[in-house]
């Protein structure tokens, strides 16, 4: 089977390098020597540190916004110059490449399709990259890589072997229990909304839910300004996932809540 | 009247977003799937939470130092999802879209040429958009929008009707009363450097001008270079405002002054 | 002799203008609208205020890997609007601009066949510029240089007479006494690693070397993941010099090490 991937140019970055180094610069001008038209967009460079989770997590919720062809890397690498391996997978369309550490497992869990390579230096060889350091591999082996694939040189299929089954991602899923459905707070967002992963399509699973966190009750609205400024709300988000917020206000900070805080969703008694 | 709007594939970004999240991230995405050679830059994203009068003021500085033919895409939206409008205006060549609450306002208030049209579902129909989430429309609408816009393929005058009044911005114009032009800060830079609604040019009116703010009387000088290490200073910066700073130092932090702290102009007695 | 630059179309900029006022966005504007085509990338906007030789230490590790033929522009200028100079030099291909005011001058000072160039108002006199404000030379002036050599409508010769000396750096060089190398913390990057201004190449002086940092003791490591996690290390880094980090932890905070902290490497007894 062919990998359906025609490049089209577009790469995208996810790090947890932050914006104070030229480190994701430095990976935009490899790029750049090996791709001078290509279109580089940042996803984020601000994932906690050391959490492949999280950087899957996002990427697994935006990939598809990018037209098909795409060439998406994702590097939180804890575990850089330690033979830990890379891989690459393709899927709908795209391909994205990751340290294999969990980050990019969930996607290819939930893809039967998606074909997954594990890259080797025999099918590196042909791009004469320089011998990569030790703690920077996002420059010296994801940039070119990414460069050649989105060149149209590189065909995905010669990333290397079949990979196998993938490191797993150490997220734990939600559980439906007694009626009860069981989530936690993925991460938090610039506003202080808590996103969780529960797929907001399983409150149909009610008839008239309601959301448990931090010792409150919240009701399901359709958007944070049917509530009140000040109150509590779930909802769901725009990307598919239950939310909850403060209307005008940091509901994180407000309820004290964290990465992991449980969610529940029960019927309203 | 056919608005003087010829696309050139530059499309500016302005949001309170932040850069922790891929937000920003998937509406590239959204308008390169459209436009794949459109040229996107980031103007800010870390306008305060809610706070659309300081983004249409950053807006009304900096949107001529870009080439005509720009789209100019503002979402700093508290009432996505509540039945707020969207609005466009072209002005002086560029057009600019944002939520109707204030942000583009002050902007169409001072060109009594800018064309202000309300964007319809009826106008958005040709344009095949999925269904708006109820709270990311900067994905969902301005983003497609933009990149029609950007790509010639949507005309200005076709986004909808006249839009008549807008929302007005919450925003103070400064008075002159008595010999004494008072101010406030708008905005504070990333150096400390208290930003006013005070225009440069207003100095004019005075043969001998001193700015009094938090209790203190500073001299109108021509740079930053020209106080003492450590000494206030006013001058007109180069958006053509008022400006206080500390040389070598954070005005803000030293004066304990916010967003608001009047600023008087006055002959010096 | 001509200087061997053949401008690619690619622009860097450096600068401590941080991401929350449109300052970078607007000099990209300005570019933009003389060079339609141009390609921007950032290195960093994050430089401490004030630091032209923190600005210089990342340019000179980071400017290579972009395709020759790149302008790198950084604007640390506390200087701006007093009678500072501006200088351009062409170095293995690439074009670098800056106040001078120590940035440039270690990057000049290391390469004998770097051409040095003093901009003045003459050479300038034919780009047409608009009378360029007191503040904010990175918009008026190098945004505009950048964007005319970028195009290749101006040579770099072009630029103006020939420099002379440059003012130099502040910074200190490392040292090697009595079997000591000493040098210091140059740089703190986001995960906490210290990044010092010793060559990793000097660690070849040594048989057995041990790294001594706030009164500790560290090994030379190839790569974070050789360390527990907890423990500290020192390693020669992806750009050449010689850093300290914590295995999973923040070396900085941990060792209340900050910019300036001694660093010495010894032989172990």
New interface residues.
Partial sequence: MRAAFKA???I?L?T???????????M???V??RL?QA?I??????IP??SPREAGF?LSR?FE???PG?VHVAVVD?????PRDIVGICCRGHVLLAPDNGLLEPIARCDAQALKLRLTAASLAPLGLSPP????HG??IFAPVAAELAAGRLEFAALGPPAGDLVPSRGQDPSFDHGSLQGSVV?I???GNLITNIEARELARFSRPRVRVAGRDLPVL?????AKPGEYLA????FGLLEIAQS?GNAARSLSATRGTTVCVEDRT
């Avoid at 350091?133 to 920077?136: D, E, H």
């Avoid at 909802?235 to 725009?238: C, G, T």
């Fill in positions: 089209c140019g577009v995208t996810t947890d390098f932050g914006h104070t180094e030229p480190f994701v610069g430095v935009k001008g490899v750049l020597t001078p279109r967009v940042d996803l984020t460079h601000e540190s050391y996002w935006c916004y990018f037209p795409t804890p575990g850089v110059g330690t350091s030790a703690t920077f420059r010296d991460t967002d610039h506003f359709r958007t944070y300004g049917e909802l769901a988000n725009s005008g």
